[in-house]
């Protein structure tokens, strides 16, 4: 197993790595959308958390040797469906070649943010 750390994603907020290669795959942990350049959430709509989300977990698969474009499978947490439809205007533009996907809604996420994502890459040739 190789671990990833990168600066220009937030550094874990508690005992996990931001990522672990393992089998020519990369695995993200789940990022919520803390802006790494002042380690804490700077935004307040469901699309600008699904933007910095996103950005965190491109930010990741680049470190690992990857990127979006290699993603096979998301795990999408928000904090009510109700925002389903918004949160997936953004998840469009970062994930264009549609990976297989489960999106749940959950009664709290960490900070209190609207979302969650964790991807499972291929790691690019």
């Known amino acids: ?3 990833i750390s990168t600066k220009d994603a937030p ?9 672990i290669v393992s089998g020519g795959l990369v695995y993200t942990s789940g990022q919520i959308p803390i802006d790494p350049a002042v380690g804490d959430v700077t935004t307040d709509t469901i699309e600008e958390q699904a933007e ?8 990741i698969l680049k470190a690992a040797g ?3 474009e290699h993603v096979i499978k998301t795990t999408c947490f928000l904090s009510d469906m ?3 439809a918004r ?7 970062y994930f264009v070649s549609k990976p297989a996907r489960s999106c ?6 960490p ?3 609207m979302c969650e994502i964790e991807a499972i890459a291929e790691i690019g040739e």
């Open 87 to 93: 949160f997936n205007e953004v998840y469009a533009k």
């Open 52 to 59: 910095q989300s996103c950005k965190n977990i491109a930010a």
């Open 66 to 68: 990857t990127d979006m």
């Open 104 to 109: 749940v809604a959950v009664k709290t996420l």
């Open 11 to 19: 550094g874990a907020i508690g005992p996990y790595s931001q990522a």
């Open 1 to 3: 197993m190789k671990f």
């Open 82 to 84: 109700s925002l389903f």
């Open 111 to 113: 900070k209190n943010v």
